[in-house]
Every structure is written in structure tokens, then in C-alpha cells.
Nanobody, 119 residues
Framework: QVQLVESGGGFVQSGGSLRLSCAAS????????MAWYRQAPGEQRELVAR???????KYADSVKGRFTISRDNAKNTVYLQMNSLKPEDTAVYYC?????????????WGQGTQVTVSS
């Protein structure tokens, strides 16, 4: 079992930057595949970025070159650095942890943090 708490969301103008943090507790953080998802009003939740235990990363095409996911296993924290933000990045951002990328894997969600980008 793992608990996830996001922070760092807020309001920013187009072109600005924000850094999201997700603090994990309750289990061995380094064993989890960590990810950030987002959900805009009326839209499905979508994968933004993922980081594996090895440090390998994967990004949605819409954020490549602008967002960077990283993890600090010593601090049980995963980050999402968001630069050159656009109004279409406006969404609730959720931290996600999984033991594997299989149907049987255990998966956990944070409560979400709102990011609003004005034009």
C-alpha cells in the first residue's frame, strides 16, 4: 500500500513554469513505477509522463521537450517540471504509482492538484 500527496499546482500565465511534487509513503518507493496523469474538464484522464525504477522516462507527445519527470528515491518523491506552459495544459494533475504495467498490478492515485494556465 502507498499513499500519494501532490503539491505545487496553481495558476500561471502562458509560457510560465510550475513544478509539481508527489510525496509517497507507506511502502518501498523505489519499487514503484511512477507517473503523472492529467484530466481536463470533459476529457478522459491521460498519461503525461512516466518514470521507471531504472530512471527511464516516457512522455506524451504533447509535452515532450517542455515537461520533465524525475524521482528522488531517498526522499520518496516524484516531480514534474513543467515549462513553456500552454492553456491546453490546464487540468487536474494526478500522481500515480504502480508495481508493474500489467492488469494485475497494484495501482494507487493521489488526490490531484489543479494547474490552470491563462492565455
Amino acid at each position: 500500500q502507498v499513499q500519494l500527496v501532490e503539491s505545487g499546482g496553481g495558476f500561471v500565465q502562458s509560457g510560465g513554469s510550475l513544478r509539481l511534487s508527489c510525496a509517497a509513503s507507506g511502502s518501498i518507493f523505489s519499487a514503484y513505477i511512477m507517473a503523472w496523469y492529467r484530466q481536463a474538464p470533459g476529457e478522459q484522464r491521460e498519461l503525461v509522463a512516466r518514470i521507471f525504477n531504472s530512471g527511464v522516462t516516457k512522455y506524451a507527445d504533447s509535452v515532450k521537450g517542455r515537461f520533465t519527470i524525475s524521482r528522488d528515491n531517498a526522499k520518496n518523491t516524484v516531480y514534474l517540471q513543467m515549462n513553456s506552459l500552454k492553456p491546453e495544459d490546464t487540468a487536474v494533475y494526478y500522481c500515480h504509482a504502480a508495481t508493474a504495467l500489467t492488469i494485475e498490478a497494484s495501482r494507487y492515485w493521489g488526490q490531484g492538484t489543479q494547474v490552470t494556465v491563462s492565455s
